[in-house]
């Protein structure tokens, strides 16, 4: 729906994830947003997409170094990043193989720096559209992110200091992009013709109310960001096995 990607990632918010200090980053999937606008800041990415496809256009775009792979087997020697990055994603790996991975190729002092963009319902003229199409799909515009998926890494004993900071960023709607985003909704794309002109009719009038005059509305999202820091003790401890431990009953 936003009409510009990068307008996801407010300078500031990057400058909180990976430092204002050129940087070795490996960014694990996500799509080539965020890889792209990094290495732009001047930091070296390793961009990481299992998705060959993904992979190859990273190549092809010249400014990181493609890498096809899972977050959960990362193929480089510990140690080689000060940075990880992981956008929108992080619900999609495993936690327990990922965030040991994630640990293990950091420096000492390295960080791991999970986001998530999650839209603002709050605005008044977003609720009228989430009630409008919730007349036509009561789960419609529920916004499940995947954000909650970041407890693991709250949790992690790989990652004891962890803290998180948001970031407001507002994307511009226009009259078509809006209108086209009900039209696309499946529950809406699905109805007869007749009562998908309605919905549509109304949310024409929506975006003509919403702010008189207006050539775009803003559609308010709140970039969520954790940044943690690695502790190596778990990855090096000796692993204690008690003696009754290796007694085998017959």
């Given at each position: 729906?936003?009409?510009?990607?990068?307008?996801?990632?407010?300078?500031?918010?990057?400058?909180?994830?990976?430092?204002?200090?050129?940087?070795?980053?490996?960014?694990?999937?996500?799509?080539?947003?965020?890889?792209?606008?990094?290495?732009?800041?001047?930091?070296?990415?390793f961009a990481?997409?299992?998705?060959?496809?993904?992979?190859?256009?990273?190549?092809?775009?010249?400014?990181?170094?493609?890498?096809?792979?899972e977050a959960?087997?990362?193929?480089?020697?510990?140690?080689?990043?000060?940075?990880?990055?992981?956008?929108?994603?992080?619900?999609?790996?495993?936690?327990?193989?990922?965030?040991?991975?994630?640990?293990?190729?950091?420096?000492?002092?390295?960080?791991?720096?999970?986001?998530?963009?999650?839209?603002?319902?709050?605005?008044?003229?977003?609720?009228?559209?989430?009630?409008?199409?919730?007349?036509?799909?009561?789960?419609?515009?529920?916004?499940?992110?995947?954000?909650?998926?970041?407890?693991?890494?709250?949790?992690?004993?790989?990652?004891?200091?962890?803290?998180?900071?948001?970031?407001?960023?507002?994307?511009?709607?226009?009259?078509?992009?809006?209108?086209?985003?009900?039209?696309?909704?499946p529950a809406?794309?699905?109805?007869?013709?007749?009562?998908?002109?309605?919905?549509?009719?109304?949310?024409?009038?929506?975006?003509?109310?919403?702010?008189?005059?207006?050539?775009?509305?803003?559609?308010?999202?709140?970039?969520?960001?954790?940044?943690?820091?690695?502790?190596?003790?778990?990855?090096?401890?000796?692993?204690?096995?008690?003696?009754?431990?290796?007694?085998?009953?017959?």
């Amino acid at each position: 729906m936003p009409s510009s990607r990068r307008s996801q990632f407010p300078g500031q918010a990057i400058d909180w994830m990976v430092g204002s200090q050129a940087a070795r980053v490996l960014n694990l999937g996500g799509g080539a947003a965020l890889p792209q606008l990094l290495a732009s800041r001047g930091h070296t990415v390793f961009a990481l997409d299992k998705d060959l496809r993904r992979v190859e256009r990273y190549r092809d775009d010249g400014r990181m170094i493609p890498v096809a792979a899972e977050a959960e087997a990362l193929p480089f020697e510990p140690c080689q990043f000060e940075v990880v990055t992981c956008h929108q994603v992080f619900h999609r790996f495993a936690p327990g193989r990922a965030l040991s991975e994630m640990a293990r190729v950091l420096r000492p002092g390295g960080v791991a720096s999970v986001s998530y963009l999650v839209r603002d319902d709050s605005v008044p003229w977003v609720k009228r559209l989430v009630k409008l199409l919730r007349q036509v799909d009561e789960n419609a515009m529920r916004g499940d992110y995947g954000h909650e998926s970041v407890q693991a890494l709250v949790d992690s004993k790989y990652f004891p200091e962890v803290e998180q900071h948001s970031f407001r960023v507002w994307q511009t709607v226009d009259r078509p992009t809006l209108l086209a985003m009900v039209g696309n909704q499946p529950a809406v794309a699905a109805l007869d013709e007749e009562l998908r002109q309605m919905v549509l009719t109304e949310a024409a009038q929506l975006y003509d109310s919403a702010v008189p005059g207006a050539d775009d509305l803003r559609l308010p999202y709140t970039m969520h960001v954790w940044r943690a820091w690695v502790d190596h003790v778990e990855l090096t401890a000796p692993i204690e096995i008690d003696d009754t431990g290796l007694v085998i009953p017959l």
